[in-house]
């Protein structure tokens, strides 16, 4: 059995079978994105086929990997508030990037530039 750790938040010790270290046990971790953002999920994931992104504009189409964004204040932003994987991992990695080098995060897809690389953007 692997090692326990505490978690950082409220003191518990656990343990994690499987996937990357956790910093902080499942009933911590269950905060955001706990059951009632998994209840939303599922019960709006089949209205957001054919609707455009949140963060890029494309059309989000059966067999891409879709997530629910939700809004800069931490509210959900509904059914139409679906957006690719990859466009709202990246997003949350640009606000990340700006916090840790003291700049003001980009807050939608129309201030973030367009990245060549990416298949959901495009350059205007």
């Known amino acids: 059995m692997p090692p326990f ?17 956790s910093k902080r046990c499942r009933a911590c971790r269950s905060g955001k994105y706990g059951p009632e953002h998994r209840r ?24 891409q990997r879709l997530e629910l964004d939700h809004a800069e204040d931490g509210g ?6 679906f957006s690719h994987e990859h466009c709202n991992r990246s997003a949350g990695g640009e606000k990340r990037r700006a916090q840790l080098n003291g700049h003001a995060a980009p807050t939608c897809a129309i201030h973030v530039p367009a990245r060549r690389d990416c298949p959901h953007s495009r350059a205007w």
């Open 5 to 21: 750790s505490t978690c950082e938040r409220c003191g518990a010790a656990f343990h994690q079978v499987v996937g990357r270290p």
């Open 40 to 63: 939303i999920r599922a019960a709006t994931l089949e209205s957001a086929y054919g609707q455009p992104c949140a963060r890029c504009g494309e059309v989000m189409a059966r067999g």
């Open 76 to 81: 959900y932003l509904g059914p139409s508030g």
